[in-house]
């Protein structure tokens, strides 16, 4: 029966076991696939997962309604397991005719992580950025949520930047 | 890797000589991972606070954070319970280095809104100077800042402030979580509170040559 290293689980016969080729095969191939591991933790520090979002398409908001953004540059699905440091900006393109306050959260799997708020009385507004981290596994689904206070409707842009912090998978 | 060849018919020499592979090669790729890992997983701290911590009298700049209330740690690869603020002893353990610094925190007043006072949220860098009378923290000395100053809407939704920063730190300096508001009629309770840290370089790197 043969044995194996502690880290990685490489075979090797035992003395008492009859030597085949296939005890050479096995472990070269073993080595071999724990080599790629680490060529994608090579890649990997070289190349972190950073992304920057950004698009044209617009989404109309309704006032008095907290409306989660469905435009490609408001939304990210976590390519891997770990921490990312999320910066979203949420781009007013069209504007009420009154407005007193706008906000805009940050989500993950429907769950508020951080925000920003801004007075906007006056009815004056402009972008809005809020930033901040969130631990997730791959394939969580971070999200952006838009909300004012005033009337009609306001139609709005989204930027997202990421970067990851660390990997944990 | 050296490697005994083994004599004719020796085949426990053989397996012992697998063996020896097998170990080796796991040792040297161990290392070599444990590297990459390191390069990408930068010492990073995120803290998230249990319970609103209440209170705050307005024109009175006042720490929130790791100095008020209790907290746990969605995620932290810094061995201890070291926290992003209000720690002497976090950057000695991290040392000299760059570093990224953020919070995110909900502000609504616990009583009456004055509508158009000001929120004002500030991540502070002190260095320890023994002379120092600063008012916020004795025996410290103001170095740096990242601020955002916020006016409530009197909206019922209240405010929030999700900002970062990057600041050189030495051993011993202290970061610091600050609010000042101008809301006279009420205190303000925080809510929703979360702050981070993550070690972007080591001093060393940062030399200009």
């Known amino acids: 029966m043969p044995a194996s290293t502690p880290i990685y689980g490489f075979t090797y016969p035992c003395p008492d076991e009859v030597i085949s080729p296939s005890a050479f095969t096995t472990l070269a191939n073993q080595i071999d696939a724990k080599l790629l591991d680490v060529e994608a933790d090579r890649f990997l520090a070289l190349n972190r997962f950073n992304s920057d979002l950004d698009s044209a398409v617009v989404q109309t908001v309704t006032n008095g309604v907290d409306t989660t953004l469905t435009i490609p540059s408001s939304t990210y699905t976590l390519p891997m397991s770990g921490v990312y440091v999320f910066h979203v900006t949420v781009l007013p393109q069209t504007f009420p005719a009154t407005i007193s306050t706008t906000q805009a959260t940050v989500h993950l799997n429907t769950v ?19 930033s901040g981290p969130i631990t997730g596994v791959a394939g969580d689904i971070i999200t952006t949520r838009v909300f004012y206070v005033g009337s009609g409707t306001m139609n709005v842009r989204a930027h997202m930047s990421v970067k990851m912090l660390v990997r944990t998978a | ?85 209000n720690s002497d002893d976090t950057y000695i353990y991290l040392g000299e280095g760059i570093y990224e610094i953020g919070v995110s925190a909900t502000a609504v007043p616990a009583g009456v ?25 004795p025996g410290f000395s103001f170095v740096d800042r990242t601020a955002s100053t916020q006016v409530e809407a009197n909206s019922v939704i209240g405010v929030k402030v999700a900002m ?14 600050t609010i000042l508001h101008t809301n006279t009629l009420s205190t303000i309770t925080l809510s929703d509170i979360k702050c981070y840290m993550s070690k972007v370089s080591d001093a060393s790197l940062t030399e200009v040559l």
């Open chain 1, 112 to 130: 508020y992580q951080f925000g920003q708020t801004q007075n906007n009385e006056g009815n004056s507004t402009r972008n809005i950025a809020p």
């Open chain 2, 1 to 85: 890797m050296t490697l005994s060849c083994p004599e004719g018919s020796n085949y426990a020499a053989i397996a012992k000589q697998l063996h020896e592979t097998a170990m080796q090669a796991e040792e040297r790729i161990s290392e070599l991972e444990q590297e990459l890992r390191s390069a990408v997983n930068r010492p990073t701290i995120v803290q998230t606070f249990t319970a609103p911590q209440t209170g705050f009298i307005d024109n009175l700049e006042s720490n929130f954070g790791s100095s008020v209330g209790p907290f746990v740690y969605p995620f932290n690869n810094v061995p201890g319970d070291f926290t992003v603020d």
């Open chain 2, 113 to 137: 809104v004055n509508d158009n006072s000001i929120r004002i949220w500030q991540i502070k860098h002190y260095r320890p100077d023994p002379g120092s009378l600063d008012p916020v923290l």
């Open chain 2, 164 to 177: 970062a920063g990057t600041f050189r730190i030495m051993p011993g300096d202290r970061i610091l979580f």
